[in-house]
């Protein structure tokens, strides 16, 4: 090839790259793409491709890298043109410099930016739901809320009336206190709870929609001016929603005087808001994060074994009955009952789940019973029977819900026998355990004979109408009996009043002070001598029948291969927590702790949805 055309050639290639596309496509896997689409300051600390486009529409990509600020000012200059977008620009970027610079007057601009372009007055301004922007929108409004009203000296969340300094003016604010008063507690000390992580749940829920989800501690009224129900564990942490509505946002910003309203919104009562003319919103909460709050305190799981050996003093309760809310008409309890050397803390996986079902969180309340797990489960059964009498009757004397006459009962392990002892007619059968002398000929003080009276003779409950057995051992457990059973119920302590009650009673059986006698009123009866499969109360509790027109299902653990009639939990046997004519049984294989197994959960919730079409 000639000089010439050699020359020529390579010409014609240099004028092709001069003319080669500077724009174009190289593929690249989904996941990256996705990335670059979704990409947030939530997420990454940087801007995302909405306002970066926005930086580059307007020549201010460069200002920002260099003076964030300055862009900032010259953004808001803008903010009337192509209005959605570049509020929801102010709004992120906004965050972006508060979390670069700690500035709380940035956090709340974002918050104010973010409003603006999710509510506007002008129906035809509204932004569309299915564009990304929107759901960011309100997540960077939920945590500006947050930040922007955080304690400079801590961590808390503040909520209180005044003017925030805004970088464009002022927004004065006003707290409605309606929402602060929560079952006689005022709710204060306000975490940021989408701040926490959670550990020890299988799953953390967010309930989602607008405002910053918060958990609220108890504060009790000053002696004399007020009281609390006094079911609720003090400790307790409540998720709560703080909702600043922004009046009139995108025509204020003209002038740089804006006035918001800011509204505290408990979960159990309100997860919807009215947000503007003829508009409802969902309101976030952190559920699962503010529960685990009310367990990080180690010292909960002292109940345990406390609870076995020493009693409710060692736990420090007032009431058997405990409740996670005050209390809500039209909402049928739903009472847990754990089981021997356990606390209610071991219910607290199904009440995440429960809490996170829409439906089951709007139609039930959660009661927790416990007890002194070591005590007779004739003595633990009549606290049951008479905590629930005594809370229908503080909060309904005059019998007007009809709720709380659907009860349903919840029982795991011995909690399951307090159930059944709950929903059935005792006759005589205990006190012939005791005595062949009817109890009516026996001569004992009125105070005496109450408290026999209560433990030994006693008829269903006829609120509860649903009862569901968890690795109940009703014919008793495989690891009662033998040498292990009397050296622990050895180390129980009995229940003052039931220890004072067996000399009295001694005394009227034999007509004389018979120390053998007494001795064997007292000897076998803690829980775990109950439980005993030969026990005199186990021959008595299985000849009781549950009383008409309560639902009983039966959910039952156990591990192993093979027929069930040879399988147990570790702890009861499949024979031992099977019972005949139950409206279903689940065998669920897991270990005795099956009360936060996944099948134990759904199983009960299937239960409570299918109670909830009774009448």
Not at 138 to 166: M, R
């Amino acid at each position: 090839m000639s000089a010439r055309r050699l020359g020529a050639l390579a010409t014609f290639a240099f004028l092709c790259l001069a003319c080669a596309s500077p724009i174009g496509v190289r593929r690249v896997g989904i996941e990256t793409v996705q990335r670059e689409l979704t990409a947030n300051v939530l997420v990454t600390g940087k801007p995302s491709a909405y306002s970066t486009q926005e930086l580059h529409l307007l020549d201010l990509y460069d200002l920002w890298h260099e003076d964030p600020r300055a862009a900032l000012e010259k953004l808001y200059e803008f903010r009337l043109y192509q209005a959605n977008a570049r509020l929801f620009a102010l709004a992120e970027l906004s965050f972006v410099y508060a979390n670069q610079t700690h500035d709380r007057s940035f956090y709340l601009a974002s918050a104010v930016y973010a409003w603006a372009y999710l509510f506007p007055e002008d129906e035809a301004q509204r932004p569309n739901y299915f564009d990304p922007r929107t759901r960011l929108a309100c997540d960077l409004y939920n945590l500006a809320i947050t930040q922007g009203l955080k304690s400079e000296a801590s961590d808390e969340v503040v909520l209180q009336s005044g003017t925030y300094a805004l970088p464009f003016g002022e927004l004065d604010v006003v707290v409605n206190r309606d929402g602060f008063d929560w079952g006689g507690y005022t709710l204060g000390n306000f975490a940021p709870a989408a701040e926490f992580e959670v550990y020890g749940f299988r799953n953390r829920y967010r309930r989602p929609g607008l405002g910053a989800p918060l958990s609220a501690a108890l504060i009790p009224p000053k002696p004399g001016e007020g009281t609390v129900e006094k079911r609720i564990p003090p400790k307790l942490k409540v998720p709560v929603t703080a909702l600043m509505r922004i009046a009139h946002a995108r025509p204020a910003l003209e002038g740089g005087k804006l006035s918001a309203t800011l509204t505290l919104l408990p979960a159990d009562e309100s997860e919807t808001a009215e947000v503007g003319k003829d508009e409802i919103a969902p309101l976030e909460a952190e559920i699962s994060s503010s529960l685990a709050q009310s367990l990080t305190d180690a010292a909960v799981f002292k109940w345990e074994i406390g609870g076995f050996f020493s009693g409710l003093r060692e736990m420090k309760l007032a009431e058997n009955l405990l409740t996670l809310q005050p209390y809500h008409r039209g909402r049928i309890p739903l009472v847990l009952i754990h089981g021997t050397a356990s606390s209610p803390i071991r219910w607290m996986e199904l009440v995440n789940e429960l809490y996170a079902n829409p439906v089951l969180r709007q139609r039930y309340q959660v009661w927790l019973f416990t007890y002194d797990t070591g005590s007779p489960v004739l003595y633990s059964a009549a606290a049951l029977r008479d905590s629930l009498r005594s809370a229908l009757e503080d909060f309904d004397p005059e019998g007007r819900d009809p709720a709380l006459r659907k009860m349903v009962l919840v029982g795991h392990s011995q909690g399951g026998l307090l159930a059944k002892l709950a929903v059935t007619s005792s006759g005589d059968v205990f006190w012939r355990n005791v005595s062949d002398k009817p109890f009516d000929q026996l001569k004992l003080a009125p105070a005496t004979r109450a408290a026999v009276k209560r433990l030994a003779f006693f008829d269903p409950l006829p609120f509860v109408k649903t009862v569901i057995f968890i690795a109940t051992p009703h014919r008793g457990s495989v690891l009662a009996g033998g040498r292990v059973q009397r050296w622990v119920s050895d180390l129980v302590d009995l229940p003052a009043d039931f220890v004072k009650a067996v000399p009295e009673v001694t005394k009227a059986i034999t007509r004389g002070s018979d120390a053998a006698a007494g001795e064997k009123l007292l000897h076998g009866n803690r829980s775990v001598d109950n439980m005993d499969p030969d026990s005199p109360f186990t021959r008595a509790y299985n000849t009781l029948a549950i009383a008409p027109g309560v639902d009983v299902h039966s959910i039952i653990a156990a591990q192993g291969e093979g027929p069930l009639q040879n399988l147990s939990d570790g702890v009861v046997s499949y024979e031992s927590a099977h019972l005949d004519g139950v409206a279903s049984e689940l065998v669920v294989r897991s270990g005795h702790s099956t009360q936060s197994h996944p099948q134990t959960i759904l199983e009960v919730g299937r239960i409570l949805y299918e109670n909830l079409d009774k009448p």
